[in-house]
């Protein structure tokens, strides 16, 4: 079992920053895959961005040049740095880790006009 703790959503205005963290606990292997996806209501959760145990990243082409994804293995937590925020990115932001399909709680980020 691995457990996924996530921090550091809010409100912010629009051109603003935030950055979420997620922290694994739990059996975590040591080759993994940590995401980010992002799910608005009526809408399918989608990826937003991915980091590879070795550093490989990929990005949703919605938030490249914007969102920066980076890891602690050390620490074994993701973060998502988002930079010039958009109301459009407004969604709750979930945590997701590979192998074992596990899901953090969310957390809400809203981004006003």
């Known amino acids: 079992q691995v457990q996924l703790v996530e921090s550091g959503g809010g409100l912010v205005q629009a051109g603003g920053s935030l950055r979420l963290s997620c922290a694994a606990s739990g059996r975590i292997f040591s080759i993994n895959v940590m995401e980010w996806y992002r799910q608005t209501p009526g809408k399918q959760r989608e990826l937003v961005a991915r980091?590879?145990?070795?550093?490989?990243?990929n990005y949703a082409d919605s938030v490249k040049g914007r969102f920066t994804i980076s890891r602690d293995n050390a620490k074994n937590t993701v973060y998502l740095q988002m930079d010039s925020l958009k109301p459009e990115d407004t969604a709750a932001y979930y945590c997701h880790f590979v192998p074992g399909n596990y899901w953090g709680q969310g957390t809400q980020v809203t981004v006003s006009s």
């Open positions: 980091i590879f145990t070795g550093g490989t990243t």
